[in-house]
Structure formats: C-alpha cells, structure tokens
C-alpha cells in the first residue's frame, strides 16, 4: 500500500504522510477541565448513551445534563428542575417530552410530584452490547429503525 503526501499548512502541522500526521505544538493528553469549570463525570455507558441517540427530538442534550446532574450529586436520582436543564437549550415543553421518551426506552424511571420538578432515576441500559444494538443483532444489521 503506498503512501500518500498530504498538504497541510505549514504552520500547523509538519508535512509528513497521511498515516503519521500529528499536529505540531499540541499537547497529546485529552483536554481537561481547568479548576472550577464544569465538566461531564463519566464514565458514561455507551449503550444508554447510544440508545438515547437514536431517539427523536433534545434527547441527547436531556441525557447529558442527567449524565451532569448525576455527577455532581453522585446519585442516579436527580431532581430535573427547568433551571437544570436550561443551560443545554432545552425548555420545559420539550424536557417532558424527552423525560416519556426515555422512560418509554427504558433508560429512566420518572415520578411527578404535584407542582415540583420531575424526580428521574437513571437505569442501566436495555439489553444489548456496548454500542446499544438489541442482543444477537450482529453488526451492520438493520434493526427496523428508520
């Protein structure tokens, strides 16, 4: 197999191939958070995080601020208020339409108390492997979803 050259600005990055490019002047660590700023506490399930992708509407930006919440309080049970969810662009509306949505996958429990915010409880993931496909569908597979 040859190699192929690949421009690239020189002041970025050096020339070299393509199967060895690494830019010049970067750290090689994973960005970290700096002290006092807010960051995702994992780790996170890859099959709860896939199974609440493939699902229509602000799912994800709702299962990450359960993720967020979940952290900080270092419990699967969180009090969603409008307040915590609003940093991630989701209002009151569509948090509960997400909140069925996940408890209809099976990744949430939630009570609704009387004029309070909704108290949802994370679960695992549904059977499946790691990338959240359902038990036995080999790879590439279509499941039904469209």
């Not at 050259?5 to 020339?15: D, E, G, M, T």
């Not at 010049?24 to 700096?34: A, D, Q, V, Y």
């Not at 909704?118 to 492997?129: E, K, N, R």
């Amino acid at each position: 197999m040859k190699e192929r050259k690949v421009s690239l600005p020189q002041r970025h990055y050096s020339n070299r191939t393509e199967s060895t490019i690494e830019p010049e002047g970067l750290s090689k660590r994973i960005p970290r958070h700096r002290q006092g700023e807010h960051f995702l506490k994992g780790p996170m399930p890859l099959g709860w995080l896939t199974a609440a992708e493939n699902r229509p509407g602000k799912v994800l930006r709702i299962a990450i601020a359960l993720w967020y919440r979940a952290g900080l309080t270092g419990s699967p049970t969180i009090n969603l208020s409008n307040l915590a969810v609003s940093p991630f662009g989701v209002e009151r509306d569509a948090k509960r339409r997400v909140l069925r949505l996940l408890e209809h996958a099976g990744l949430v429990t939630v009570d609704h108390p009387p004029h309070a915010s909704p108290i949802v409880h994370l679960l695992d993931a549904p059977a499946g492997d790691s990338r959240g496909r359902p038990s036995g569908q080999a790879p590439g597979e279509d499941d039904g979803r469209s």
